[in-house]
């Protein structure tokens, strides 16, 4: 079996540019995914996520020969884990981590993993997820028959990614890093290893501290958004403008209010306070609320185009885009999506999707919508819904707008 420098399990938007950046270092990589024809597109120097330059830094890994995909992990020095995290709804409304692709990924490195090896999980994950990783593998190696095997054998720790869609490859170079291990040989050893490409501080600490203080970051964030977003449905039922209210309070020096949207999608930010809720549920009071804040989003954007709606006998939508945020073609978590498919329930409605970054609409909306050009789509509306500020939608015709309803989520178009 040939021996990598670094293994890294799972090939979406955190595994795929890590795997590649390293390999364009002159490591040699095995990237690892359960799903064949990721492995079959990137071994043919192809990718299957749209991310800026991504083509060009794969194709580059690849070339060079330092950049395989495989289905099974193989022995080497560094295992990376980069599968998703996401949580389970209970009939409650309670959200629980579900960890059952660290767990599987995990388990899968002790048919290959040997005593010094480094691993790293850079999925983030709910406080105490690097001490289950260390648990399982040992787990498995016993159930193995390496009764022998001990936690002290291998260095665990905890790397959470930080980059941000749309400039994962720039981010990827430039953003400080944490290195949270369970030992503090770990923290050093995994920081000496992101310096090969990170240009950036890597500040060590323990893993309890790097897992919350990623999920501390995203939902900093969700919380500034949820403001921006309740302010939006203030000024909505005020009959005022958001838009002028944030541009105005924004001028103060230390007021920075973020912008409304139809809600919070994605993967991160839409999925990871619901980690601290669940492991401090009577704590975390604020986190929680705007949570549901967001969350709720996407039911006044739907009542606004219903009450539109409603001065047609069948009125023609127009939705722009199905992101879940600009310029990229993630669909996770996407409120711009949840949207679309309750317009196209509005009685006698015609709907028609403008989403320049996908080629197909996804299940759900094939039979209930027509995909069509942005323009072609707003021309053919009476009411036009911008869900996301895409790039390709700002040459729209303003003469050909002004002509029609439009509910501008984003404040695009101010
Ligand atoms: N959004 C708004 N208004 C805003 C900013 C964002 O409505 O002012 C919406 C977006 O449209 C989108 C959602 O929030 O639906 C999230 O978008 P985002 O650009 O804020 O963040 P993500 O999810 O693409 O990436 C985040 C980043 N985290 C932070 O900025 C704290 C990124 O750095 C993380 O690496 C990433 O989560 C992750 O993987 O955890």
Known sequence: MKKFDICVLGLGYIGLPTASIFAT?????????VVQSVVDTINDGRIHIEEPDLDILVK????????TAATKPAEADVFIIAVPTPFEERGDGSRVPDLKYVESATR??????????????????????TEKMRDWLIEELIAQGISEANEKDYYFVHCPERILPGQMLKELVTNDRIS?????????????LYECFCTAEIFLTDARSAELSKLTENSFRDVNIAFANELSMICDHLGMDVWEVIKLANRHPRVNILTPGPG?????????????????????????????VNESKP??????????????????????????????DDLRESPALEITKRITRIEGAKVLVAEPHISELPKGLRDQCEMM???????????????????????????????KM???TRGFWK
């Open 108 to 129: 899968s490195l002790a048919a290959v993993v040997k005593k010094r090896d480094l691993v790293i999980l850079e999925s983030t994950s709910p406080v105490g997820t």
């Open 180 to 192: 949270g291990g369970l030992t503090p040989e770990a923290s050093q050893k995994a920081k000496e």
């Open 299 to 328: 039911e006044h954007v739907i009542a606004q185009v219903e009450s539109k709606a409603k001065r047609f006998k069948e009125p023609v939508i127009a939705c722009l885009g199905l992101a879940f945020k600009a310029n990229v």
């Open 25 to 33: 270092k002159g490591k040699n990589v095995l990237g690892v995914d």
């Open 373 to 403: 050009d942005a323009g072609e789509a707003v021309k053919a509306a009476d009411i036009v819904v911008l869900l996301v500020d895409h790039k390709a939608f700002a040459s729209l015709s303003r003469p050909v707008l002004a002509e």
């Open 60 to 67: 580059a890994a690849v070339q060079s020969g330092n950049l």
């Open 264 to 292: 919070v999608g994605g993967h991160c930010i839409a999925v990871d306070p619901w980690f601290i809720v669940d492991a401090a549920p009577e704590q975390a009071k604020l986190i929680r609320t705007a949570r549901v």
């Open 406 to 408: 439009v509910i501008d």
